[in-house]
């Protein structure tokens, strides 16, 4: 396993919540990635960006850098703050292909429920589903710019 | 004090205060659906043998104990899956063909909005005043401008537990020539309902709510109202007479219960209301806590009550200022205790309020002034956590 890969980072991640042995000191401690979350420009708190879930308010923005993509975020409620945060942590920087590649299945280990229940009110579940969408989405078009490069040639 | 009949209590120490959502069961509850499937399991309304028409006999016994229990006669109550069916089904197979403007107040349940907005009727919204009640004589007005509407307003707001005033809301709205449905989802549980007293249209309510099955509700309606109504449903059961050119149906109530309907979970309906039926001080109870709940509320720096008025039944709604009532949620569920927490689906009000939602506690009456206690305890240690 690379010491880069998705796989790496969620460990790193899981290692430092073993650390808490009272899940309301493992909370306290997203509170605190979620108050400590890299503000979004808020020219992009706008409809399009907002990730549905009602519970509370979360503004997705991905693009694209060098073939790269990465995710910044922003939302109403530090909670779900920091676990944006985590999720930025293990997907933000990384190829269409390496995100693709990678099952979320990955993310229990991380023990965090409201990561793992996808129910249709989990805005942190949709955030996950957004992340993937993006990826294929670039994906698609960078294979179709390759192609293209192709028959230029 | 009232723990012991539930099962789930046996089980789990958590301290559940989502009780508007729904409630916990009692084992009557079980034992009457258990029953069903176990010693009679057998269809009704159809065909002769003996062990149907047991399945008949108790079916149509419930209807007869649950329409007494709100006052109302048994070929009055129609069996649904909830208050949410009977108000879509009132929709469809009424007022839809009766009436071209329905109006509800701004305290309304979602379900009391979609169902007529489905069938393209023209709503008017009712506002409340600051402490989120009718004001009389603003809803006098509306009456004036639109006689001879449809009227749909809530017993008591799941939202924040204000309990309408029924009596005077639908004797002016019979002087200006309306009828009224009145959903009593979060009335069953905690009020004593008289449908005739309060001289009501149609009622609607749900098992779930008041200690019973899920999936299985009613809509009470004058005899002579449902008989004007059309069938919601086609299928067996509810016919007279079937050719392939016309079909005939059968008199209300049957005539909107197609197909098998929720045996068990009817017989199970009775049983959480005869369950009701047996607890002493219920209303006491409730408003004990609620009153304990608000002062007990009020000394937590910060908090934002929505609800200061006397008429208030079952639940309480506020806010930490500062704090994301989600935040608080989750910090309370990983502290054992179970609430509600964002716009209860009810979305209209929480915009008129300009918040996304609230924290929710609603009582049953297994709740205790310990219980909320430890909750405001809990709650205490999130808002020093997120402050």
């Known amino acids: ?153 | 004090m009232y723990k012991e009949p539930f099962p789930f209590f046996q089980n789990s120490d958590i301290i559940y205060l989502d009780n508007a959502a729904t409630t916990q069961k009692p084992q009557v509850v079980l034992d009457a659906i258990n029953d069903y499937y176990t010693l009679f399991c057998s269809n009704t309304h159809r065909g002769s043998h003996e062990l149907g028409n047991r399945a008949t006999q108790e079916y149509e016994a419930a209807r007869k104990s649950i329409s007494s229990f709100i006052g109302a006669e048994a070929n009055e109550l129609i069996f649904t899956r909830g208050t949410t069916e009977s108000i879509n089904l009132l929709a469809s197979s009424y007022v839809k063909e009766h009436f071209d403007t329905v109006i509800i107040s701004e305290l309304e349940h979602h379900s009391n909005i979609v169902p007529w907005q489905l069938h393209e009727l023209h709503l008017v919204v009712v506002p409340v005043n600051e402490e989120l009640n009718i004001d009389l004589n603003v809803y006098e007005c509306i009456l004036q401008e639109h006689p001879k509407s449809f009227i749909s307003l809530t017993h008591v707001s799941n939202a924040f537990g204000i309990v309408n005033p029924l009596n005077s809301l639908i004797s002016l709205a019979h002087q200006y020539g309306c009828e009224v449905l009145i959903d009593g989802a979060q009335a069953l549980a905690h009020l004593s309902i008289d449908v005739k007293k309060m001289d009501a249209d149609f009622y609607a309510v749900s098992a779930h709510k008041a200690y019973g099955p899920t999936g299985v509700g009613a809509l009470y309606g004058k005899y002579a109202l449902l008989e004007k109504m059309n069938p919601y449903q086609g299928g067996g059961s509810m016919i007279d007479d079937v050719s392939f050119e016309y079909s005939t149906y059968l008199d209300p109530p049957w005539r909107f219960e197609a197909g098998t309907q929720a045996i068990a979970q009817v017989l199970g309906f009775k049983a959480a209301l005869e369950f009701i039926r047996t607890i002493e001080g219920l209303e006491a109870h409730n408003a004990k806590l609620l009153e304990y709940a608000k002062a007990q509320l009020l000394k937590i720096e910060g908090v934002q009550l929505y609800t200061y008025a006397n008429n208030v039944s079952g639940n309480i709604s506020f806010n930490i200022k500062g704090i994301h009532h989600d935040d608080i949620g989750i910090l309370l569920s990983k502290q054992n205790i179970m609430l509600r927490t964002g716009h209860h689906c009810a979305m209209p009000i929480m915009k008129k309020l300009s918040i996304e939602g609230t924290i929710r506690l609603s009582f049953a009456i297994y709740n205790t002034q310990e219980e909320i206690d430890i909750c405001l305890e809990a709650l205490q240690k999130a808002i020093r956590i997120l402050r």
């Open chain 1, 1 to 153: 396993m690379s010491p880069n890969s998705i796989q790496a980072a969620i460990d790193t991640l899981s290692s430092e919540f073993d650390l808490f042995d009272d899940v309301m000191d493992k909370y306290e401690y997203i509170i605190e990635l979620g108050k400590g979350l890299k503000p979004m420009d808020d020219q992009y708190k706008k409809p399009e960006y907002k990730v549905q879930g009602c519970q509370s308010q979360i503004w997705l923005h991905p693009y694209v850098k060098k073939g790269k993509l990465y995710f910044e975020a922003t939302g109403d409620a530090l909670i779900a703050k920091g676990l944006v945060d985590i999720l930025i942590r293990i997907y933000s920087g990384r190829s269409a292909k390496e995100i693709l590649e990678s099952d979320t299945s990955m993310l229990k280990s991380l023990h965090l429920s409201e990561i793992i229940s996808s129910g249709r009110q989990n805005g942190i579940a949709s955030m996950l589903k957004r992340i993937y969408g993006f990826a294929k989405e670039t994906s698609a078009s960078q294979t179709a710019i390759t192609d293209l490069a192709k028959e230029q040639t």
